[in-house]
Nanobody, 125 residues
Framework: QGLLVESGGGLVQPGNSLRLACVAPGLTLDYFAIAWFRQAPGKEREGVSCFSGSDSSTVYADSVKGRFTISRDNAKNTVYLQMNSLKPEDTAVYYC??????????????????WGQGTQVTVSS
């Protein structure tokens, strides 16, 4: 088992919701920023949202603001990404990643040392 394990992906219709989970059994989340990235076929990986372990601050990409919410459950050592009002353009493989740097709106992937295996999200009618 890896340090980060994602779950919750699936096929949904436009306008519906999904909640992704990132379990981090090998990490103390207070010391890490946990971010969600996504990569659609033929496109570059992009940052979606980030939760800072040190101060619980959050960052969102403009494309998901107002629709996605990131949160953390300390008891379960899990970070969630609640995705509402899903659109076909949200279709991608979603990855969670851990960084010892603070969250940044630039989502520099090279700052993230640990990555999950990804979970597929497909939004289609």
């Amino acid at each position: 088992q890896g340090l980060l394990v994602e779950s919750g992906g699936g096929l949904v219709q436009p306008g519906n919701s999904l909640r992704l989970a990132c379990v981090a059994p090998g990490l103390t989340l207070d010391y890490f920023a946990i971010a969600w990235f996504r990569q659609a076929p033929g496109k570059e990986r992009e940052g979606v949202s980030c939760f800072s372990g040190s101060d619980s601050s959050t960052v969102y990409a403009d494309s998901v603001k107002g629709r996605f919410t990131i949160s953390r459950d300390n008891a379960k050592n899990t970070v969630y990404l609640q995705m509402n009002s899903l659109k076909p353009e949200d279709t991608a493989v979603y990855y969670c990643a851990a960084s010892q740097y603070a969250c940044s709106p630039y989502f520099r992937s090279y700052e993230y040392a640990y990555w999950g295996q990804g979970t597929q999200v497909t939004v289609s009618s």
